[in-house]
């Protein structure tokens, strides 16, 4: 038995310290959180001051088991899990679990995980900090309150089985807002005015700064233009500086992996952690942009070698957060040297992002010259201008630089571009001047990670938060991530070439979005629901003087208790108040006309699967429906929609004599043939699909499964070989395993494929699911030498 045993989070992260650590220690995980709130109304007595009631989750009682035998007779237990609110909290639950006492109990906090930081921490033991523990369990425990008792509401009112939450919310509302004012953004058009002009075979782009509000007035300045010559007017070039971005929080890292990388908030918290465990960054969830000493000195080491002197220069930035810990650091590398690591391909890119980002933020000022030229009209007052840049100095240039979410105007590269050798007075050769008609945006949907920039500013969430809320409002059906196609719009280009003027009517795709968060109809309807009823509990200042009240918590300023009651008090009386209000209050069904040919009302409305539109009164016998099209909202649904949706379903025509229909259901679009349903393809209609289309559909993905199956098993059923998207691999249960390389899926027996699953516990296969374990109700049967009134001894036996 181990002197000392260190409990962490995770087995990853216990693999990497036990490396650091000599024989007198054993590293084992808690596997995260150990106890939690039941479920019921047990679980916080709430006329006791709010006194929680906690309970070992199931999946947790064997690793309880086992942590309380192995500190029974150790000298010391450290708990070491992640130095913040979350991490404070699984400290304290370990301890009263696991009876821990004082005397013997030790906590140690490290923002990284290298033999330096955990020897230190071993070196300097704190008791739990009981702040940070009641700010975790009052975030807790008021997130339970209000799940509890507005849920319910939501499910008697609305619709059963909705969800409300604090964060969530407020994260639902910001995306139906930014969707409503999108919806009724009207696109204002203008015109703006570009010029390409030629020097000594160089050629370079100009524009005329102020934009034109009619096709008249354009026309009539290209046109004045043709006949006019040009000159530069002025030139002007001046020194300038490009300085570093701060080295990432959770949330700029987030962002950053989004718009470089393509990740998903949830996926950049995933590859973080594995990277954190495996000791080569410092803790992922942080509100701080500060580096440790030791992180400045080696960041300038490893600068100066891979670079020169020249290329450093110490920093230290503020965190805009109030709330943020300076006392933690940013995300870095844990050994600024190395600019790349092992580790599958998105760890590597995630990496490298983290390296980049970090080093640049200690290196020297990108030196530029920034060149305006001002161009003459000789028959205008007007002037076009020009503008350019050199970098003189590259600096942090060198390693990186940040990108933005702004979308940039069409047509805008090039108007920075390096301009040729120009002197006052020289006279310009005009190539092209063009007028294109150009339209007022709205302000864009969110991405995952604007959506997490937008929470932080609003003082809403914090680091530990971002992830967990975006992807519940996904998982809730509140909100979905798609990229969608745009619609085409006509536009005017007018041209000045060659001494002739020239217009032409054009066409582009506007609308166009990539990964956007788009609100669902239930969105809708349950968010004008909280904002009537609940203003409080999803209004931005409240919910960021909630978070507020939560830092002042963990910093020993205020009583948990008290707080939770200052708001618990008014929340309970609208929830209260709320369940007078009858179901017709807040039907959420709209009237949108009356039907041109029966005269019956046509209401949009939410149904029990979705959103759809309804022909007569509820009470109607002959009452028809129609689901609405992905994108389409009951709030503004027109009655020509309804009446195209009336159309589904629809007879495409027979396959193999059987009838093929087309509809919209619960999952989109599909064709129906045989009682078996085939989901339409991207930019298929169901109210244009083809015969030959549909008949195509249903061959493809009839051929498509039988691709997709490859073996199964008379012992075990729920075993299957299937083909997936990246080759062959066994299917237990939800559970997928892969295929060692070297085997052929054809080839597997039973045994061989149970070995597999066996060998692979990390693919998500909870502890003592076997495929031995959990075969049929009536286990295998093994022959023996006698049968006795039908059954086997293997069957009295139940020998595995």
């Keep these: 038995m181990s002197k000392n045993v260190v409990i962490v989070e995770s087995p990853a992260k216990a693999k990497t310290i036990e490396g650091y650590l000599g024989k007198d220690f054993k590293v084992v995980s808690s596997y995260g959180h150990v106890r939690d709130l039941p479920k019921g109304d047990k679980a916080i007595d709430i006329k006791n001051r709010f006194k929680p009631t906690y309970e070992v989750t199931p999946d947790k009682r064997e690793v309880i088991k086992n942590l309380k035998s192995l500190v029974k007779d150790a000298e010391t237990v450290y708990l070491a899990s992640d130095d913040d609110r979350e991490g404070e909290a699984i400290s304290w639950h370990l301890k009263e679990v696991l009876k821990l006492d004082d005397q013997h109990t030790k906590r140690i906090v490290f923002r990284e995980i290298t033999k330096n930081a955990i020897t230190k921490a071993i070196e300097n033991p704190r008791g739990i900090d009981y702040d940070l523990v009641n700010a975790q369990q009052a975030r807790r425990i008021l997130d339970r309150l209000v799940g509890f008792e507005l849920s319910p509401i939501l499910w008697k009112k609305i619709k059963t089985g909705l969800s409300a939450g604090r964060v969530q919310s407020v994260a639902v509302r910001l995306i139906v807002e930014r969707e409503r004012e999108i919806e009724g953004h009207k696109a204002k058009s203008s015109f703006r005015i570009t010029a390409i002009f030629e020097v000594e075979g160089k050629s370079f782009q100009a524009e005329l700064p102020k934009k034109f509000e009619t096709k008249a007035e354009a026309e009539e300045f290209l046109k004045n233009c043709l006949e006019a010559t040009f000159s530069v007017g002025n030139l002007e070039k001046k020194p300038a500086k490009k300085s570093p971005a701060a080295p990432f929080t959770t949330s700029t890292l987030q962002q950053e992996a989004s718009r470089k990388l393509y990740f998903s908030v949830a996926q950049t918290m995933s590859v973080a952690q594995k990277l954190y465990e495996a000791g080569k960054i410092t803790y992922m969830r942080t509100d701080s942009t500060n580096l440790s000493q030791d992180a400045l000195a080696a960041a300038k080491n490893a600068i100066e070698d891979s670079f020169g002197p020249q290329y450093h220069k110490s920093r230290q930035y503020s965190t805009k957060n109030e709330s943020a810990q300076e006392a933690h650091e940013a995300i870095r590398p844990t050994d600024f040297s190395k600019n790349q690591v092992s580790g599958d391909r998105n760890e590597q890119r995630l990496y490298e992002l983290i390296w980049k980002r970090a080093i640049a933020s200690q290196m020297s000022d990108a030196e530029l010259e920034r060149t305006t030229i001002t161009i003459d009209i000789s028959n205008s007052p007007q002037n076009l201008v020009a503008t350019g840049e050199i970098i003189k100095f590259d600096g942090f240039l060198k390693v990186y630089l940040e990108d933005t979410d702004e979308e940039p105007e069409d047509d805008e590269e090039g108007n920075k571009s390096l301009l040729p050798p120009l002197a006052i007075g020289q006279n310009l050769s005009l190539r092209e001047m063009k007028g294109k008609e150009t339209f007022s945006r709205p302000a864009p949907r969110y991405t995952e990670a604007s959506l997490v920039k937008k ?346």
């Design 455 to 800: 929470l932080e500013e609003l003082g809403i969430g914090r680091p530990s938060t971002y992830a967990p809320t975006i992807s519940t409002i996904q998982k809730r059906d509140y909100v979905v991530k798609e990229s969608r196609e745009g619609t085409p719009r006509n536009y005017v280009e007018m041209t000045i070439s060659g001494g002739k003027f020239k217009e032409s009517a054009k066409t582009e795709n506007t609308g166009a979005e990539k990964n956007k968060l788009f609100p669902t109809n239930i969105a809708m309807v349950v968010n004008d629901f909280l904002v009537e009823h609940f203003p409080n509990v999803i209004d931005f200042n409240f919910t960021a003087k909630v978070e507020k009240e939560f830092d002042e918590i963990a910093a020993g300023g205020q009583d948990w208790q008290d707080m939770i009651d200052g708001f618990y008090g008014k929340f309970h009386h609208s929830v209260e108040e709320t369940e007078q209000v009858s179901r017709q209050e807040v039907n959420s069904s709209r009237l949108i006309g009356q039907h041109p040919d029966s005269g019956k009302n046509v209401y949009a409305r939410l149904g029990r699967f979705g959103p759809l539109v309804q022909i007569g009164e509820n009470e109607d016998e002959d009452k028809q429906f129609a689901s609405l099209k992905k994108g389409q909202f009951i709030e503004n649904v027109t009655m020509e929609d309804a009446l195209e949706l009336f159309k589904l379903p629809r007879e495409v025509g027979f396959f193999e004599d059987k009838k093929m229909t087309a509809a919209i259901g619960r999952f989109g679009p599909y064709i129906r043939h045989d009682n078996a349903f085939y989901s339409l393809q991207k930019g298929q209609d169901p109210l244009a699909i083809s015969e030959s289309e549909a008949i195509e559909l249903i061959q493809a993905k009839r051929e498509a499964d039988a691709n997709k199956h490859i073996k199964a098993f008379d012992e075990n059923p729920e075993i299957q070989i299937l083909n997936g998207r990246w080759g062959p691999y066994i299917k237990f249960g939800k559970n997928n395993f892969k295929i060692p390389k070297g085997k052929v899926a054809e080839e597997l027996t039973y045994a061989e494929t149970v070995e597999i699953i066996e060998a692979q516990p990390e693919a998500g296969k909870k502890k003592g699911n076997s495929p031995l374990r959990k075969s049929n109700p009536k286990p295998i049967l093994k022959r023996v030498g006698f049968v006795f009134l039908g059954y086997s001894l293997r069957d009295f036996l139940f020998i595995n």
